[in-house]
């Protein structure tokens, strides 16, 4: 299965944010696992995650085994320097994406009344009508 975990971290040096990161690499590697992409970058919060306004988010897509992704989640979770986590399936993540991509949103209106379209004398009568 290809999983993508997302985590934060708070501002950290580089020196230590490169730290964090290659300790969760290792652990993925050493569980069996295969790296396919991964990203960092500093970003200011939404909301104070445990008293930290920005940080860095990092993103890892990888495959492993489904025995082994609960080794991982607990190895992210003992590490003090990860604020948040989460672990989703990248193929339910890809198939929501496809679908929401091809779904169109359709606006339900309800039908205009078709009219009948009234004589010019008809009309003149209606106006004498109504001015009388």
Known sequence: MIYELTFLMPPLVEKEK??????????IKRRGGDLKEESVEKRSFVYPVKKNENGFIST???SISKN???????FIRKEERVLRSVIIKR?????????KRHKR????????PKREKVKLEDMDKRLEEILK
């Open 18 to 27: 490169n730290e964090v990161l290659q300790k969760i690499l290792e652990e």
């Open 68 to 74: 082994s992704l609960h080794n991982i989640n607990d």
């Open 91 to 99: 193929e339910i993540f890809e198939k929501e994406k496809r679908a």
């Open 60 to 62: 890892i897509i990888f």
């Open 105 to 112: 949103p359709t606006i339900k209106t309800k039908p205009t």
